[in-house]
């Protein structure tokens, strides 16, 4: 069973300071503003892209004026970096909920990880993926910051899985001669392209099935039964 089923929701954004220009709003407000901004930032980039998001559309989501904009950001591509940073730690902080949660045993941490991602992929319509995902086919190879930072934030994520792996290992739910960090970096690998299929089939499907599949490939020795069905490759 998924224990945190709320509807999902892109997280108020860290302040991070930053060179300002234009006039500052009500300054009681400013960073309320900046976090707004970020978030429907957030939710256009996840759902579009980040080279098709225009300014123009954040500003009208967020309800903000326009001389707003580069008050809090230098650039767009200054925006896109607080985004994927603000991303990064709202993903990071669902990964330890689950992934720490020591009232289960560690593959069940990832079993429920997986389970409540194709609950709030669903509640999303199917519209917005995976940020890291998304932004790393759009502009891995077209700008080295922006390589750089998404890289470096899946390498978190893997650290993360590889450490609930590790666990596993440990206990004996998995064979000893299993390499946590490899099977973590697969397991992101298959994850982003379970999500980016999902995404085009606005189905949690092919979520289900990659769940399936990864869990029966390393050797599990109990498979939930929402996998039963899944077929093995």
């Not at 890291?132 to 750089?148: C, I, S, T, W």
């Amino acid at each position: 069973m998924v224990k945190h089923t709320e509807r999902p929701a892109f997280p108020e954004a860290a302040s991070v300071p930053v060179r300002r220009r234009g006039r500052p709003p009500n300054p009681g407000r400013r960073e309320d503003t900046r976090a707004l901004l970020i978030r429907c930032g957030t939710e256009l980039c996840t759902e579009r892209g980040f080279q098709i998001t225009g300014i123009d559309e954040v500003l009208k989501r967020a309800g903000v004026p326009k001389g707003s904009f580069y008050h809090f950001f230098r650039s767009k591509h200054e925006f896109g970096e607080a985004v994927i940073e603000n991303y990064r730690q709202y993903y990071e902080k669902r990964l330890d909920r689950f992934l720490k949660d020591t009232s289960m045993p560690p593959l069940e941490r990832l079993d429920a990880f997986i389970n409540e991602a194709q609950l709030r992929f669903a509640l999303s319509n199917f519209r917005r993926g995976c940020l890291v995902g998304n932004l790393g086919q759009e502009l891995g190879g077209m700008n080295d910051n922006f390589r750089a930072q998404l890289a470096a934030v899946l390498n978190d994520w893997e650290v993360r899985v590889a450490a609930c792996l590790q666990e596993a290992i440990e206990r004996g739910d998995l064979p000893a001669s299993h390499d946590a960090a490899m099977l973590a970096s697969l397991f992101w690998n298959g994850w982003q392209g379970a999500v980016w299929r999902a995404k085009l089939e606005q189905s949690a499907a092919p979520i289900r099935s990659f769940g399936a599949f990864f869990f029966r490939s390393i050797g599990r020795k109990e498979m939930p039964a929402e996998y039963a069905e899944q077929p093995a490759t």
